[in-house]
T-cell receptor, first 117, second 112 residues
């Protein structure tokens, strides 16, 4: 199984709502990532987890709260979002947090397309 | 901060023509990856280059990593309509971080 799954595929939420995005992989990967991608732009890294611990937080606003309950699951909790947070949210995983020469291939999920009204 | 730029931003080619996208980093890279994202899809890993001056081929795709490890290129020979999509490079700095910075991307359209 070389797949990263994400739910939901689409999400529309109001600025006062609380919602969660979910990501799952069963490849035994120990590094998992959240990216945000606006239309016609590259993916922007938000968070990196390694062995279920937060390794990188790219100064993301606190209205985004990541969680890694176990090595296969990654959540992104959303609260009080702004319309400018509307984007495609991509989850990715890799075998580990990175050697300089080993393969660091990131496997991306299909994404959740989020619209904030 | 680290920036990774790609040129061109867009490229339209006739099917059968060649295509090249160039990736330039403001800092020296440990390694560089290339991804392809089809319209409406997600990034899919193509390759990773590690060594200075490295050249790798995958069928019609040729990838190069510059001698100074600050630039890279992807060349597609005889494009096909299945090559349509956005090609991103993603570079990792030589030290201090485990993250990859994605380049600005080159969107390729292939006209049949």
């Amino acid at each position: 199984d070389t797949e990263v799954t994400q739910t939901p595929k689409h999400l529309v939420m109001g600025m006062t709502n609380k919602k969660s995005l979910k990501c799952e992989q069963h490849m035994g990967h120990r590094a998992m990532y959240w990216y945000k991608q606006k239309a016609k732009k590259p993916p922007e890294l938000m968070f990196v987890y390694s062995y279920e611990k937060l390794s990188i937080n790219e100064s993301v606003p606190s209205r985004f709260s990541p969680e890694c309950p176990n090595s296969s699951l990654l959540n992104l909790h959303l609260h009080a979002l702004q319309p400018e947070d509307s984007a495609l949210y991509l989850c990715a995983s890799s075998t580990g947090l990175l050697s300089s020469s080993g393969s660091n291939e990131q496997f991306f999920g299909p994404g959740t397309r989020l619209t904030v009204l | 901060g680290q920036q990774v730029m790609q040129i061109p931003q867009y490229q339209h080619v006739q099917e059968g023509e060649d295509f090249t996208t160039y990736c330039n980093s403001s800092t020296t890279l440990s390694n560089i990856q290339w991804y392809k994202q089809r319209p409406g899809g997600h990034p899919v890993f193509l390759i990773q280059l590690v060594k200075s001056g490295e050249v790798k081929k995958q069928k019609r795709l040729t990838f190069q990593f510059g001698e100074a490890k600050k630039n890279s290129s992807l060349h597609i020979t005889a494009t096909q309509t299945t090559d349509v999509g956005t090609y991103f490079c993603a570079g990792r700095k030589t030290s201090g971080t485990y993250k990859y910075i994605f380049g600005t991307g080159t969107r390729l359209k292939v006209l049949a």
